[in-house]
């Protein structure tokens, strides 16, 4: 099982990006799904959830000008990101919990990341 997120790139002040996230592989279901992002010198931080009960949660930084969805019959997520400012420049990670498995486990499984850069 992995997840491969793409999308990523370099775009305007006040433009927008979709970043997907495709999980594959022997999958059961997927329970709750997450973007995060590391900045350049900082540490990773949370943008979007969707929890296991359905609810969206987003990072204050980014209220109003992301949004958080999901196919759940392709596997796949997504972050519709609009009015990119320069502090959203990092590199984005999906994550989301996974059942797999003959006992139907739950794993944290993470994608590896891909970059966005907002300048002028």
């Known amino acids: 099982v992995q997840l491969q997120a793409s999308g990523g790139g370099v775009v305007q002040v006040g433009g927008s990006l979709r970043l997907s996230c495709v999980a594959s592989?022997?999958?059961?279901?997927?329970?709750?799904v997450a973007w995060y992002r590391r900045a350049p010198g900082g540490q990773r931080e949370l943008v979007a959830e969707i929890t296991r009960s359905g609810r969206t949660d987003y990072a204050d930084a980014v209220k109003g000008r992301f949004a958080i969805s999901r196919d759940v019959t392709e596997n796949t997520i997504y972050l519709q990101m609009e009015n990119l400012q320069y502090e959203d420049t990092a590199v984005y990670y999906c994550n989301a919990g996974i059942v797999w498995g003959t006992y139907e486990n739950t794993y944290d499984e993470w994608g590896r990341g891909t970059l966005v850069t907002v300048s002028s």
């Open positions: 592989g022997p999958i059961i279901r997927i329970t709750e």
